[in-house]
C-alpha cells in the first residue's frame, strides 16, 4: 500500500504562500490489512485558484531530522545518516517522490504501539521562496486497513 500525501501551495494576491498537506498526519504500518508492505508518497499540487496557476510550485522536499526515519534502510556496520532527504525533481505540480517501505524497527513490538516522526516539508517556488511545514508521521504497529485510513 502506498499512503499518498498531497501537498497544496496557496498563493494569495500580495504574494504570500501556505502549505497544505492532505493528510496532515499521515498513519501508517509496517504491514496493510492484506500483508502488503506500505511506504509514502508526496506528490505536488498547486490549488488552481492562485495566481500565476500552475507556474508558482518548483520542487517538494521532505526532511527527516530524527534518524533513523521511519523508512530508514541500513546495511551492516555502515553509519546513519544525519538527515534523511525526500526530493521532487523540478517539475512543479504532479512531481512525486516515494519512499522506502515502512521497516520494521521503526515501531515497538506491541500491537498497540505507535509512534509520531516529525519531518518538514520544503516547497520552492519559482520566484525563489521557500514554504515550510512541519506535520508528522505516525506509524503504529497495529496493521493499517482501508478503514482507519478513511477514519471509519
Not at 97 to 102: E, I, K
Amino acid at each position: 500500500m502506498e499512503r499518498i500525501i498531497k501537498v497544496t501551495l496557496h498563493k494569495d494576491s500580495d504574494g504570500n504562500y501556505s502549505l497544505s498537506p492532505n493528510p496532515l498526519t499521515t498513519l501508517v504500518s509496517v504491514i496493510d490489512e492484506d500483508g502488503e508492505p506500505v511506504n509514502v508518497r508526496w506528490v505536488l499540487a498547486e490549488d488552481p485558484g492562485n495566481p500565476g496557476f500552475p507556474n508558482n510550485a518548483r520542487k517538494l522536499t521532505a526532511s527527516f531530522d530524527a534518524i533513523p526515519t521511519p523508512f530508514t534502510v541500513t546495511s551492516g556496520n555502515e553509519p546513519l545518516p544525519n538527515q534523511e532527504n525526500y526530493i521532487t525533481a523540478s517539475l512543479g505540480v504532479g512531481a512525486d517522490v516515494s519512499t522506502a517501505n515502512v521497516q520494521d524497527s521503526s515501531v515497538g513490538g506491541d500491537l498497540n504501539d505507535s509512534q509520531l516522526y516529525k519531518y518538514t516539508i520544503v516547497v520552492e517556488t519559482n520566484d525563489n521562496q521557500q514554504v515550510v511545514l512541519d506535520p508528522n508521521i505516525r506509524v503504529r504497529r497495529r496493521r493499517v486497513t482501508k478503514d482507519t485510513i478513511l477514519g471509519y
